[in-house]
């Protein structure tokens, strides 16, 4: 027979006034894993779906003088 380990489902009620703060949360984290976290959270938004990266466009503009 194989052990078998289930995860318990934690539901905690809390009232507004007596809620973490993200701010706290992300404080109490090392440096390392907010940039990791930051790094996952912008490929996400940029939907990249392979390593390669995107560039800022270059814009010229001709300014007479």
Known sequence: MENIRKIA???????????????????????EERLACLEEIRQEHNGWKDD??????RIYTVVKR
């Open 9 to 31: 489902k934690v539901c905690r009620k809390v009232s507004i006034k007596n809620q973490p703060s993200d701010f706290a949360y992300w404080q109490s984290k090392s440096y």
């Open 52 to 57: 390669t990266e995107q560039r800022l466009q």
